[in-house]
């Protein structure tokens, strides 16, 4: 099981925080989580239910992880192992995680997929994004899968949509000509982009495109990106 206490800063203030695998009792807190990271227009349907968060407990409770402040669950991120071809990306949202089912997880597949990553608005200055992820890379390493890999949402390709692809708005933001705010943070870290892909998931504000961005497992043999 996973169990990791440390600190971040709330500007120069310590600010102790733990990291570990969420449980039965944490299900309430999760579904506020969602509610409050993913607001309408997100569809509300697929907010995480009661029934899904009890099967990533019970499936794979090594890619439940949730982060806790103060004794309050303000953070979580799920994934499943599944085998991922590379020169076969293309797939949607709700075929690889099973509409968030995660009954599909492989223990044998080569692959750690993110299903969702979210954090309450009021402790996001706190970058707790971004040790969940580094999080899950170390779940990566220690099963000793390839990569960790999961769709992006482009939330900010709504607006850029009359002006310019969904693969040239991509490229913009990795050249850093634009920012977006959920493409921008996965860069930030460590992810590298593989691949846009149209109707990954339903979502107004990204057009329904999502972008697969991976982090390789940097103890396994080296590949070309």
């Known amino acids: 099981m996973y169990h990791k206490k440390f600190f971040v800063f709330d500007q120069d203030r310590p600010v102790p925080v733990v990291i570990r695998n969420y449980q039965e009792r944490d299900i309430d807190d999760l579904i506020r989580i969602q509610q409050e990271s993913f607001p309408p227009p997100f569809p509300p349907e697929l907010w995480w239910n009661t029934r899904q968060l009890r099967n990533h407990i019970t499936l794979f409770p090594d890619g439940a992880l949730c982060a806790e402040v103060d004794g309050e669950v303000v953070g979580s991120m799920t994934g499943l192992i599944v085998n991922f071809d590379p020169e076969h990306p293309v797939h949607t949202w709700e075929e690889i995680t099973d509409n968030g089912y995660i009954r599909n997880h492989n223990p044998n597949g080569n692959t750690l997929y993110v299903v969702d990553i979210g954090v309450r608005p009021t402790s996001r200055k706190l970058g707790l994004g971004k ?95």
């Open 131 to 225: 040790w969940l992820m580094f999080s899950m890379y170390e779940v990566v390493v220690q099963k000793g899968l390839e990569r960790l890999l999961g769709g992006g949402r482009m939330p900010g390709y709504d607006a850029k949509a009359d002006e310019m692809t969904a693969e040239q708005y991509i490229d913009a933001v990795v050249q850093g000509d634009l920012k977006d705010p959920v493409i921008t943070f996965l860069l930030r870290c460590g992810r590298t982009p593989v691949k846009v892909v149209a109707d990954y998931l339903e979502d107004e504000q990204s057009r329904n495109y999502g972008t697969l961005m991976e982090w390789r497992n940097p103890f396994l043999p080296s590949h070309d990106m």
